[in-house]
């Protein structure tokens, strides 16, 4: 299995942010690619538990959860319900009513 590589020195873009595995890894992926750390400072602030989201740790190696990197971003889920949604126009910027009000000022 392959996921998007991280571009060195390079932040994710939100599309490959949403390509990631339910568990991306700290390092070079959280660390690197989104708060643009270096690989020690990434390490060290996850062990004093000082990073802005919680580190899942298997074995050694370290992990942030996807969906809570998401999430501090402010980022909308990735629902695939939203996928059928269909567009509704803005009734904001109406063209004939911007017209009438242009020419009621006149």
Not at 49 to 65: A, D, F, H, Q, S
């Amino acid at each position: 299995m392959s996921y998007p590589a991280t571009r060195r020195g390079a932040f994710l873009t939100i599309a490959e942010l949403y390509a990631q595995p339910p568990l991306m890894p700290l390092w070079p992926d959280f660390g690197r690619g989104i708060c643009q750390l270096s690989e020690s400072t990434t390490y060290q602030l996850a062990a004093e538990n000082r990073l802005p989201i919680e580190t899942v740790r298997l074995g050694r190696k370290r992990y942030v959860r996807a969906a809570d990197v998401i999430a501090w971003l402010h980022l909308p889920q990735n629902d695939d319900s939203a996928a059928g949604a269909t567009a509704t126009p803005s009734v904001e910027h109406d063209n004939e009513s911007t017209v009438q009000q242009i020419r009621s000022a006149q």
